[in-house]
Every structure is written in C-alpha cells, then in structure tokens.
C-alpha cells in the first residue's frame, strides 16, 4: 500500500487500485476535504468580501504533476472556489503566492524528494504557511466522511493562469536586508546546479542571472523525468560532485524537485554536507541579527554551537516544518530549519526556502571572501550516519519506541526526549529514533564526531529493534 495520508497531506504512487494509490478519485475526496476546511474557517473568521474562497494551485515538474493539477483544480472550481494557476513553481514560490495573491489557502503538487512515480497534496493556510497538525486531522476526518456539498451550476469557480509568481519571488528574495546583492556581484561567481529536472531548471537561472552569478545548470529540462534520485544525499550527486572536481566553479547547488531542499558541494567536488546547509546560514544572519534558532531533533548540535557562539538560544522542535516554524514563532528564532537541507528564514516566510538559503550562502561567501571549502572548516565538525529500518504491517512500532526508552531512562549518562519518537542524548554524540511521515519506515539518525562512530551508534539501536520484533 503506498497511499499515505497523515496531517500534512496526502502522498502515493500513481496508477493502480483506488485507497492503495494515489488517483483521481483520491485526489479528488481529499481536494474537496481541503477545500471545506478552508470554506469553514473564511466564514467563521467573518468573510464579508463577497468573493468566493480563493486557492493557489502550483506544482513541480512531474510527469503526473498536470494530471493531478487538472483534477485539483476542477474539483475546487466544483466546490464554488477560484483557483490561481501559478503553474510549475516551487513549493516556497507557492506559499508566497498565497500571500501575495490574498489567497484563503493553496496547495501544492509535489511529493518533494520522492522518486518520479510519487506525487502528493501539500496544504496551506491562508498565511501560505502548513496546516497545523488539527487542521489536518480535520481534513483527513472529513475525507473519510465523504459529507460533501458541492456548488450548483450558477455558483461554480473560476480559474486564472499566472505566471509572474517566479519573478515575484526572486525579487523578494533580492529586496532582503542581508541578502548582499553588491557583493555577490563584485565577487564574480561561478556555480554549477542540478536542478533535477524539474522546477529549479526553471527558476535558478533567472536567480542567477539577477545576481550577476554565472552558471552552468545540470538537468535543466523541467521533465519530471529525474536523472537520478531526487533526495540531495551524496550519493546520489555523483554527477555535479565529477563536474566539480574537474575545476571550474567556485561553488556547486543542488535542490530537490520542489526547491525547499538544498545542498552545496564545495569547489573541489566534495561534499559541504546537507546538514551544514542551515549551520553556514545561520552563522551568516546571527554575526549580523542576535537572536534565537530552531531546527529538528534529527538535525547536527552544529547549529547549537554556532548559536550559542553568538549569543543566542538553540531550541529543538520535533520533526516537521509546521513543528519547528511553530517553535520558532514561540521564542522568536531569527532563523532555523532542519537538517535535510531546509532554511526557514522568518524575514521572508515561515517555509523552506533554497534560494534564500542560495542567496544568504552567496552573500557570507562574498563578505569573507573565502572559498567554500574554507567556510566549512570554520564550523564544528560532527557527522551524521542516516538509517532506516523498513516496517511491515505487523511492526508495533509504538510499542518498540516505549521498550527503547525504558532502556536508556535509567543512564545517567543519557537525556531522552520523546516529544517525537525516541532521542537518546549523550555528551559526545546522540541517536534518534522516529516513524516516517511520509514512508512505511523508522528513521535511524545518529551523530558523532566520526561517521563510524555515528554508524555504529545507529546500528546499535537498530539491533535493539530488530531484537524485539
């Protein structure tokens, strides 16, 4: 079964059996759930517009991307709403159309990192930012009443196309306080990107060219046929990591099929590392802005250091952009994100951003005038082994998460947390253990200040679980 439906959407495989897949009639009884949510709180906030509720639809570059797009879009046109097309854009390009545009709401069509037969819903709130975790169990309760009212010949919605979303969002990426366009000009830089064939081939080059930055783009064809496995990790990038190491660049950029994920490969073909993505970042906005950050339980203690080394307060949020953007919002983090490579930049928007993350890493680079590579060695250095242990139907995973806990609750030299899934913190490194949102797996993140002593953390407590099932 890969239809997977939790409180921040609903993602599957395309084609096959109706409830196992993602398909037309699923798209649609999850659209129409979406939509009178939406309806609900325009008319318990008081709406007195009188226009109809308006939702931004974009979507990446996958192949199923047009068909979902069309079944979204008539079916929020068949519950009375007007619909803004922005067409293919990134996933933050669609959360700012949403503000921009005065939108209720939007959705998204992407399975983000997923491979090409994967597509999904992302939902929004009127703020473009994800819905809370209530609003989307409300959503899935009322998909699975199927109580649905749609709008009779005379009141049904409209749809307009608009392509301008791109430039918009660049040009509030330029108009950012730190963002120093002066600078990355002067420096003269030349980067290599792979967009992965879908919407980054579309949107970077136009990034780069207002920037004054040359650049050579790798998968540049907005197919949604993926030239590799769409997740930024290091050994999917064997690619632009050759290209790289043949000279040439001063800086290698890739991001995922929507562009909320992004990593660097430094000038000599070797990795920056996905999770110092957010740490460089960081540094770069607290040695101009004081003030607090936020990433996820998975994510390296490197950004801890580096905000305690400026002064201020490091908070761990459980995994999720609505967990950590809510965490942020609470004690009024400057910056944060996670560690899969997301910047999540409040002087912009509450949601992952690359290229804002592009913009402010171009910007520290062309203040210090350092090369990537001499960047990175500026940060602590930790290494973070990723695992997974893949379910079956019959895994009790709750029940596995408890017998872990109660393991270490008695280690003095340990802190658990279990505000999602199980953390196991000690003084020189740490294990997480949590069930996927997204696939029918348990994540293993462990972190050390060696990959082997990572992976050996990791696989510790793997054993652990393999032991009890």
């Known amino acids: 079964m890969t239809l997977i439906k939790s409180i921040s959407g609903i993602r599957g495989t395309i084609g096959g059996q109706t409830g196992d897949t993602l398909n037309p009639l699923d798209i649609v009884k999850f659209t129409t759930a979406y939509a009178q949510l939406i309806g609900g709180q325009r008319n318990k906030g008081g709406d007195v517009s009188g226009r109809k ?5 974009g979507r990446d570059g996958r192949i199923s991307g047009l068909m979902v797009r069309n079944v979204v879009v008539g079916t929020l046109m068949g519950m009375g709403y007007d619909v803004i097309d922005i067409g293919y854009a990134t996933t933050p390009t669609t959360e700012l159309a949403v503000r921009m545009s005065g939108a209720d709401g939007g959705i998204i069509i992407t399975a983000s ?36 009212n749609y709008a009779e010949v005379d009141k049904l919605g409209s749809c307009t196309i608009d392509d301008t979303f791109n430039q918009r969002h660049i040009d509030a990426v330029l108009q950012l ?3 120093d366009v002066e600078a990355i000009k002067a420096r003269k830089f030349r980067v290599c990107a792979d967009t992965i064939n879908s919407v980054g081939g579309i949107i ?31 050994k999917n990038l064997q690619g632009i990591m050759d290209k790289m190491k043949k000279g040439g660049f001063d800086l290698g950029i890739v991001v995922d099929p929507d562009v909320d994920r992004l990593a660097f490969i430094c000038e000599d073909g070797t990795m920056f590392g996905e999770e110092y993505t957010l740490v460089s970042v960081a540094d770069y906005v607290l040695s101009h802005t004081k003030g607090n950050t936020v990433s996820n339980l998975s994510s390296t203690r490197a950004l801890r250091d580096v905000t305690e080394k400026h002064g201020g307060q490091y908070t761990a949020a459980a995994v999720g952009e609505v967990n ?146």
């Open 324 to 469: 950590v953007t809510t965490k942020m919002k609470e004690v009024g983090a400057v910056i944060g994100g996670e560690g899969n490579g997301g910047v999540i930049y409040p002087e912009s928007h509450y949601g992952r951003d690359a290229l804002v993350g592009i913009a402010l890493f171009l910007s520290s680079l062309a203040q210090k005038g350092c090369t990537v590579s001499e960047l990175r060695a500026t940060f602590p250095n930790y290494q973070i082994a990723k695992n997974r242990i893949d379910l079956t139907p019959e895994t009790d995973v709750d029940a596995i998460l408890v017998k872990v806990k109660e393991m270490f609750a008695k280690d003095n030299s340990a802190q658990v947390n279990d505000i999602d899934g199980v953390k196991i913190d000690f003084p020189d490194r740490w294990v997480h253990l949590r069930k996927s949102n997204t696939e029918p797996i348990i994540r293993v993140y462990s972190e050390a200040q060696s990959m082997e002593k990572a992976d050996d953390l990791g696989k510790q407590l793997m054993q652990v679980v393999y032991d009890m099932q």
């Open 53 to 57: 509720p308006l939702i931004v639809v």
């Open 113 to 148: 990192h997923n491979p090409r037969q994967w597509n999904a819903l992302k939902l929004l709130n009127s703020e473009g930012e994800f819905l809370t975790a209530a609003d989307g169990a409300e959503v899935l309760r009322m998909a699975e009443e199927e109580n649905f």
């Open 204 to 234: 970077l080059p136009e990034l780069f060219k207002q920037l004054g930055v040359a650049f050579e783009i790798l998968n540049g064809e907005c197919t949604g046929d993926f030239a590799h496995n769409p997740e930024p990790l290091e």
């Open 177 to 179: 306080k730190l963002v």
